[in-house]
């Protein structure tokens, strides 16, 4: 195997972290042209499921990734990227990291335990 197993599933899941801190920013999903894509222009781009298109991270709001490591997994079926993350933001709601909210085991209550880096109405306007 020399590649995420695209005929296995023409959508797998790739998780952007940190190649930095180690932070998991962001699971999104690849499939073969976004994987190429990723690999040739050394910019993260993901398969957006609700547009049905390919989704160049940081179009719109310029919070691009950059490529430090790729790898994907033992069955070929997941893939990592670790990245240079510009603008401090991997998350459309503005935060540092999509995993912003952490549940409470006990009580399962979620809370916010992060700060907003932007303002997603600033960037985004009525959209995210």
């Known amino acids: 195997m020399d590649g995420p197993d ?16 180690g932070a998991v920013l962001m699971l999104a999903w690849m499939n073969a042209d976004a994987w190429a894509e990723t690999l040739r222009t050394g910019r993260v781009c993901y398969f957006s499921r609700s547009r049905q298109q390919l989704w160049r991270k940081g179009e719109t709001s310029g919070h691009v990734q950059h490529v430090r490591q ?18 401090g933001a991997a998350c459309h709601e503005g935060y540092a990291s999509c995993f912003f909210r952490e549940i409470d085991p006990g009580t399962g209550a979620p809370s916010v335990i ?13 959209r995210s």
């Open 6 to 21: 695209f005929e296995k599933s023409p959508l797998l899941p790739a998780i952007a972290q940190d190649a930095e801190t």
């Open 70 to 87: 790729v790898f994907y997994d033992c069955d070929a079926d997941a893939i990592l990227v670790k990245v240079e993350q510009v603008g």
């Open 114 to 126: 992060a700060e907003r880096v932007f303002d997603p109405a600033e960037v985004y306007g009525g």
